[in-house]
C-alpha cells in the first residue's frame, strides 16, 4: 500500500516538473514570474493526470488516494457519504473510483477543512446531488478571498455550489448508512477549520491534515495554523487512537497509532531543535544550514514539503 502510494507521489512530482520545464521553455520571463511558486495553479492543472488507488478499510469505509487530500467513502441506502471532495480536475478518475464502490448516488460531503487539495471537488459533488457540511471556519474561507502566504497564492471566493450548505462549530454527530460518525473541531492546528471525523462502528478516525504520514506537514499560519496548534492537535489525536483504531492521514498512507506517535516526536524534536537555534540568534537559512531533521529528511522531504519549508513552518511559530 505504501509502495503504492509512493509511486503516485513520485508520478505526481515528475508530472509537475514536467509542466514547470514546459512553462520555463514557453513563457516570456514576465509572465514566468506571474507563475513563479504556482504550486496551486500547478497542482490543480496537474490533477487530471493523478493515480488514485482505492483502498477497503473496515465496515464498509474504503479511502480513494492521489486526488489531492485521502477521501474516505460510505456507500450505502443512504447514498455515498464522502469525507473531502478532492481536486475538480481529477473529477472523471474520482468518479470512476466511487462507481467502482458502488452504485449508491452521492448524497454527502464533509469537508475536513478549506484548503483547495480537500474543497476543489465540492462544486461538481454537490452539481450531483450531493449536501456539504463542514465548521463554519470551511465555509467562511470559502465564501472569502483567502490569501495563504505559505504558496504564495490568493483564493478567489469558490462558486456557490460549492460553498456548505450546513455547518457546525464544535461537534456533529451523523449517522448515515447505519454508521454513526461524530465529527469535532479541533482548536487552530493547520488551518482554523481542521476537523476530525471518527466512523464509530468501523472504528476509523479521519484525522485530516493535522496528520501527514510520512512527509512533512504544511502548516498555513495564514488561516490560524501554528507548529504548537499541530502538535497540541497530534497529543489530542493520540490520547484519542487506540492500538485497534484505523488512522487516515490527510496525505500519506493509512497508518495506525505508532506511526501517529512516530510523528508526535518528530513535530516535537522539530520545534524544541528550532527553537533553541533560533533563541541563540541563527537565521532561517542558518538553521537549514544545521540540518535539525536530516535523520528523516530523505523520507519525510520528498514530498508536499521540502525540508526548508517544513523548518521555516516551524520557525514562524517558536
Ligand atoms: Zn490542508
Given at each position: 500500500?505504501?509502495?503504492?502510494?509512493?509511486?503516485?507521489?513520485?508520478?505526481?512530482?515528475?508530472?509537475?516538473?514536467?509542466?514547470?520545464?514546459?512553462?520555463?521553455?514557453?513563457?516570456?520571463?514576465?509572465?514566468?514570474?506571474?507563475?513563479?511558486?504556482?504550486?496551486?495553479?500547478?497542482?490543480?492543472?496537474t490533477?487530471?493526470?493523478?493515480?488514485?488507488?482505492?483502498?477497503?478499510?473496515?465496515?464498509?469505509?474504503?479511502?480513494l488516494?492521489?486526488a489531492?487530500?485521502n477521501?474516505?467513502?460510505?456507500?450505502?441506502?443512504d447514498?455515498?457519504?464522502?469525507?473531502?471532495?478532492?481536486f475538480?480536475?481529477?473529477?472523471?478518475?474520482?468518479?470512476d473510483a466511487?462507481?467502482?464502490?458502488?452504485?449508491?448516488?452521492?448524497?454527502?460531503?464533509?469537508?475536513?477543512?478549506?484548503?483547495?487539495?480537500?474543497?476543489?471537488?465540492?462544486?461538481?459533488?454537490?452539481?450531483?446531488?450531493?449536501?456539504?457540511?463542514?465548521?463554519?471556519?470551511?465555509?467562511?474561507?470559502?465564501?472569502?478571498?483567502?490569501?495563504?502566504?505559505?504558496?504564495?497564492?490568493?483564493?478567489?471566493p469558490?462558486?456557490?455550489?460549492?460553498?456548505?450548505?450546513?455547518v457546525?462549530?464544535?461537534?456533529?454527530?451523523?449517522?448515515?448508512?447505519?454508521?454513526?460518525?461524530v465529527?469535532?473541531?479541533?482548536?487552530?492546528?493547520?488551518?482554523?477549520s481542521?476537523?476530525?471525523?471518527h466512523?464509530?462502528?468501523?472504528?476509523?478516525?479521519?484525522?485530516?491534515?493535522?496528520?501527514?504520514?510520512?512527509?512533512?506537514?504544511?502548516?498555513?499560519?495564514?488561516?490560524?495554523?501554528?507548529?504548537?496548534?499541530?502538535?497540541?492537535a497530534?497529543?489530542?489525536?493520540?490520547?484519542?487512537?487506540?492500538?485497534?483504531?484505523?488512522?487516515?492521514?490527510?496525505?500519506g498512507?493509512?497508518?495506525?497509532?505508532?506511526?501517529?506517535?512516530?510523528?508526535?516526536?518528530?513535530?516535537?524534536?522539530?520545534?524544541?531543535?528550532v527553537?533553541?537555534?533560533?533563541?541563540?540568534?541563527?537565521?532561517?537559512?542558518?538553521?537549514?544550514?544545521?540540518?535539525?531533521?536530516?535523520?528523516?529528511?530523505?523520507?519525510?522531504?520528498?514530498?508536499?514539503?521540502?525540508?526548508?519549508?517544513?523548518?521555516?513552518?516551524?520557525?514562524?511559530?517558536?
Amino acid at each position: 500500500m505504501s509502495t503504492k502510494s509512493d509511486s503516485g507521489i513520485s508520478r505526481r512530482r515528475l508530472l509537475i516538473s514536467t509542466s514547470m520545464a514546459a512553462t520555463v521553455g514557453l513563457l516570456a520571463p514576465r509572465a514566468l514570474f506571474a507563475q513563479d511558486d504556482g504550486l496551486v495553479q500547478t497542482a490543480r492543472k496537474t490533477a487530471a493526470a493523478a493515480t488514485i488507488t482505492i483502498e477497503k478499510l473496515r465496515g464498509n469505509v474504503s479511502v480513494l488516494m492521489g486526488a489531492g487530500g485521502n477521501i474516505a467513502v460510505l456507500p450505502g441506502r443512504d447514498g455515498k457519504l464522502l469525507i473531502d471532495a478532492g481536486f475538480a480536475g481529477a473529477r472523471p478518475k474520482i468518479a470512476d473510483a466511487l462507481a467502482s464502490i458502488s452504485s449508491d448516488p452521492i448524497k454527502n460531503v464533509i469537508n475536513t477543512h478549506w484548503h483547495f487539495d480537500h474543497t476543489d471537488g465540492n462544486e461538481w459533488l454537490h452539481s450531483a446531488g450531493a449536501a456539504i457540511l463542514a465548521h463554519t471556519n470551511t465555509q467562511k474561507h470559502l465564501s472569502t478571498t483567502t490569501r495563504v502566504e505559505g504558496w504564495n497564492f490568493t483564493f478567489t471566493p469558490w462558486p456557490a455550489g460549492a460553498i456548505p450548505t450546513e455547518v457546525f462549530d464544535d461537534e456533529r454527530t451523523v449517522k448515515l448508512n447505519g454508521a454513526t460518525i461524530v465529527l469535532k473541531h479541533y482548536a487552530p492546528a493547520h488551518t482554523d477549520s481542521d476537523i476530525s471525523v471518527h466512523f464509530t462502528d468501523a472504528d476509523i478516525f479521519h484525522i485530516a491534515d493535522t496528520f501527514w504520514n510520512g512527509y512533512y506537514p504544511f502548516i498555513d499560519y495564514s488561516t490560524g495554523g501554528s507548529i504548537d496548534g499541530m502538535i497540541r492537535a497530534t497529543e489530542a489525536n493520540l490520547a484519542k487512537v487506540t492500538d485497534k483504531m484505523i488512522v487516515i492521514p490527510g496525505h500519506g498512507a493509512v497508518g495506525d497509532k505508532s506511526q501517529l506517535a512516530f510523528y508526535r516526536d518528530l513535530l516535537v524534536a522539530t520545534r524544541e531543535k528550532v527553537a533553541a537555534l533560533k533563541k541563540q540568534g541563527k537565521s532561517l537559512d542558518e538553521i537549514v544550514a544545521a540540518k535539525p531533521t536530516v535523520a528523516t529528511d530523505a523520507k519525510w522531504g520528498n514530498g508536499f514539503r521540502s525540508p526548508k519549508d517544513f523548518i521555516g513552518d516551524v520557525f514562524q511559530g517558536v
